[in-house]
């Protein structure tokens, strides 16, 4: 059973950092699609960045602050998150597809405020 666990969602200020990792355990294979995905109180759940075969896409909304990057040899993804705004807040979960499964993390809890 394959299992995803993220890390690294804290209490940060407007214009601060954080960097998310997620880790997938129990598969021998390679992840082919990773992602992050967010939920903010109220809201629907929504991509945030993708990436696959080498390319990424992302929301408008953080073009130009975040970026994904993987590491295949560990099937982990990672969202460098900076110049987080209070509207960043939110629920972040990571997703990765081996085969024709799809599998999602619980998500890590990021709230910008001061």
């Known amino acids: 059973q394959v299992q995803l666990v993220e890390s690294g969602g804290a209490l940060v200020q407007p214009g601060g950092s954080l960097r998310l990792s997620c880790a997938a355990s129990?598969?021998?294979?390679?992840?082919?699609?990773m992602a992050w995905h967010r939920q903010a109180p109220g809201k629907q759940r929504e991509s945030v960045a993708v990436?696959?075969?080498?390319?990424?896409t992302y929301a408008d909304s953080v073009k130009g602050r975040f970026s994904i990057s993987r590491d295949n040899t560990n099937n982990t993804v990672y969202l460098q998150m900076n110049s987080l705004k209070p509207e960043d807040t939110a629920v972040y979960s990571c997703?990765?597809?081996?085969?024709?499964?799809?599998?999602w993390g619980q998500g890590t809890q990021v709230t910008v405020s001061s």
């Open positions: 997703a990765m597809s081996f085969g024709p499964r799809y599998y």
């Open positions: 129990g598969s021998i294979l390679r992840a082919n699609t």
């Open positions: 990436i696959s075969s080498g390319s990424t």
